[in-house]
């Protein structure tokens, strides 16, 4: 099924017609416009390539920028291709907006996870901490222990959890509900938390 790219713009609580409270993040689906059209002739394969946001042209290449010029096109802040479109009625400039969503309908998001940076093993791995507080381990606490024999196997095992970056991964949601669509602005309301920091950009597909 067809989907769009979205800015995430953050979580809040609506009601629901019957008084219950939803739970809901708040995102800025499109508008995004066609910048390039696959065809099976031509590449082998169908696809549409979406463009969203906005960057500055001295920070777009300069055949990109060409091309955007060429056909009146801004240059975007990202550039995403989807295969789940009928390419054949679509052209170049063409702009989907978040009426391509409707109320109810099930939806997963794509996104980036929040990045935590560089964490130790307890944040990252929820180690316990070595001998906890009543062995007298009173610089241990948070470390994490051996991590490989001495006579064998003399090595560390590959994929050992240690320290280290924690965070940013890709991540996809399923089965998320549509509660709210605010076409004249764009907004999609989906029950649930969707992947990412606020202001990342999302991929949504029914």
């Known amino acids: 099924m067809p989907g769009?790219?979205?800015?995430?713009?953050?979580?809040t609580n609506i009601f629901s017609e019957d008084g219950q409270i939803i739970p809901v993040t708040v995102l800025e689906v499109g508008p995004c416009n066609v910048y390039a059209v696959k065809t099976k002739e031509k590449d082998g394969y169908e696809a549409i390539q979406l463009?969203?946001?906005?960057?500055?042209?001295?920070?777009t290449g300069k055949p990109q920028l060409e091309y955007f010029k060429k056909h009146g096109l801004k240059a975007p802040q990202v550039l995403k291709e989807f295969k789940?479109?009928?390419a054949a009625q679509y052209k170049i400039g063409d702009e989907l907006k978040a009426d391509l969503f409707q109320i109810?309908?099930?939806v997963?998001?794509?996104?980036?996870?929040?990045?935590k940076g560089f964490q130790g093993?307890?944040?990252r791995h929820n180690f316990g901490g070595v001998g906890g507080t009543t062995h007298g381990q009173s610089d241990r606490l948070r470390a994490p222990g051996s991590v490989g024999a001495s006579s064998y196997p003399s090595r560390v095992f590959k994929g050992q959890r240690?320290?280290?970056?924690?965070?940013?991964?890709?991540?996809t949601i399923s089965s998320l509900k549509v509660v709210k669509v605010i076409a004249d602005k764009n907004i999609v309301m989906v029950k649930g938390a969707v992947p990412g920091s606020i202001n990342s950009i999302v991929e949504i597909n029914k």
């Open 4 to 11: 769009l790219l979205a800015k995430k713009l953050g979580m």
């Open 51 to 59: 463009g969203f946001g906005q960057k500055k042209e001295k920070r």
């Open 84 to 86: 789940n479109y009928d």
């Open 104 to 106: 109810g309908d099930k």
């Open 108 to 115: 997963k998001v794509s996104g980036k996870s929040k990045g």
């Open 121 to 123: 093993v307890m944040r």
């Open 162 to 171: 240690m320290a280290g970056r924690m965070g940013y991964e890709n991540r």
